[in-house]
């Protein structure tokens, strides 16, 4: 099973980010269902570890936070933008938050992250996009501010890999108090 812990993004947010698809030759949209904010990957694990992983997020304490997601930005890659995503703005109780997700699943015998955490929703992946094309879209979008939302529980995700697209499934769900 295939895991990674995010937050799944209400509907009314997913359709603000949708309207930010624009014919983009070279760009591969997320579908609106997978539009989310993940915290943590953990990738493949067998279905004791993913038990260990449930019980080990079922014992999260945290506060329910706000989240706005504000500007655009991309990934690179040997020197190609692989991704474009939307940011999130600075917020203390989602570093936190994302930090309690970390050490719960340490405790549950996953290994450490070694990326730093950079808070995004990823929009489309990007195939040899002309770089004027996508600079003018950038700019097009780069004011893009989203509705300010509010964060009350986490979600398990498993992630199925498909031909043309990863599916998710909302696996369980962790309340914020």
């Given amino acids: 099973m295939r895991l990674f812990v995010g937050i799944d993004l209400p509907w009314e947010l997913r359709g603000e980010l949708a309207a930010l698809r624009v014919a983009l030759p070279g760009a ?3 579908a609106e269902e997978n539009l989310h904010l993940t915290l943590r990957f953990i990738g493949e694990v067998p279905p004791n570890q993913a038990e ?3 019980v080990a ?3 999260l304490r945290g506060r ?3 989240l706005t997601l504000t500007g655009l930005g991309t990934h690179c890659r040997k020197g190609r933008e692989t991704a474009l995503w939307a940011g999130v703005e600075r917020s203390p ?3 936190h938050v994302q930090a309690k997700v ?3 699943l340490q405790r549950a015998g996953q ?3 070694r990326r730093r955490f950079l808070p995004h929703v990823t929009l489309a992946r990007l195939d040899a996009l002309a770089e004027t094309r996508l ?3 950038m700019q097009a979008h780069n004011l893009f501010r989203a509705k300010m939302i509010e964060i009350d529980h986490l979600t398990l995700f498993s992630s199925l890999l498909c031909k043309e697209a990863a599916v998710y499934t909302a696996e369980e769900s962790y309340p914020l108090g």
């Fill in 28 to 30: 591969r949209w997320v």
């Fill in 52 to 54: 260990d992983i449930d």
């Fill in 57 to 59: 997020l079922h014992g």
């Fill in 64 to 66: 329910k936070f706000p």
């Fill in 93 to 95: 109780a989602l570093e």
């Fill in 102 to 104: 970390e050490t719960a």
């Fill in 111 to 113: 290994p450490p992250e």
């Fill in 135 to 137: 600079a003018g879209y």
